[in-house]
């Protein structure tokens, strides 16, 4: 089998076993009431035709829900036995991590298509702007796709789930905060915690401007996340 053969199987069979159990259905409700809540909350306190509060506050869901999603993901595979019995067929930690991760995008980016009528009857309404909208879910699928690397490396440091999820939240929450306390810190210091900060990329995505820096950045931290967690897992194998 080819690498992508490999990598496509594992994320199939992650991305089946989600809808297999409670875990998709809980993740999926939960997420659209809370999102939904603000979504609606926000849009008659502003009064006007914008989904700046969904995106305001997804990205704080999320900082709690990939956690709960990723915390299972490898710590689950090492309490069973199951991780040894993958690595002895022929898969590497490569196939085994990155179809993972594209299993759970998969679950964030079908929660993510579910919440489509928020803008949808926002533009019946009156008139939207859909380029912030667009560049708003490009930037939600990347911030998950950064946060998701970050909760595989969480899961693979523990065979503990709680402890997988803390530890995840724990990092995802410092990334979300860098650039929050930009103003207590020298310039130079300062810039460097905004650069770290995945939600100052976010907001430049959202107001739909693709930049490619932005891009960068999100593409970088999955990269590096996945890699930890390989490098977690060749120690696990030593």
């Not at 076993?17 to 909350?41: C, D, K, M, R, T």
């Not at 008659?44 to 914008?50: D, E, M, N, P, V």
């Not at 196939?95 to 995008?105: H, I, N, R, S």
């Not at 915690?193 to 593409?219: E, M």
Request: hydrophobic letters at 55%.
């Amino acid at each position: 089998m080819t690498f992508v053969h490999r990598t496509l199987c594992i994320a199939k069979r992650e991305f089946r076993s989600y809808f297999n159990s409670p875990i998709a259905y809980i993740v999926i409700s939960v997420f659209l009431l809370l999102s939904g809540w603000f979504f609606f909350s926000s849009l008659f306190l502003i009064g006007r035709s914008t989904l700046r509060g969904f995106f305001s506050f997804t990205p704080i869901l999320f900082i709690m829900f990939i956690p709960a999603i990723t915390m299972r993901l490898i710590a689950e595979e090492v309490k069973t036995g199951t991780l040894e019995w993958l690595t002895s067929m022929p898969l590497r930690d490569l196939d085994v991590v990155l179809g993972k991760f594209l299993a759970a995008l998969g679950l964030i980016a079908v929660a993510l298509a579910m919440t489509i009528p928020y803008p949808i009857s926002v533009d019946m309404v009156g008139a939207l702007d859909w380029g912030p909208v667009i560049g708003g879910y490009i930037g939600l699928l990347l911030l998950a796709g950064a946060f998701l690397a970050v909760g595989l490396f969480a899961s693979s440091l523990t065979e503990n789930q709680i402890v997988a999820f803390i530890i995840g939240v724990s990092l995802c929450f410092t990334f979300f905060m860098l650039d929050k306390v930009t103003f207590f810190l020298p310039e130079q210091l300062g810039a460097i915690f905004q650069y770290l900060s995945v939600d100052y990329h976010f907001r430049n995505i959202a107001r739909g401007v693709i930049d490619t820096r932005d891009l960068l950045f999100y593409l970088g931290m999955m990269v590096i996340g996945l890699f930890l967690t390989m490098e977690s897992l060749k120690r696990r194998h030593a």
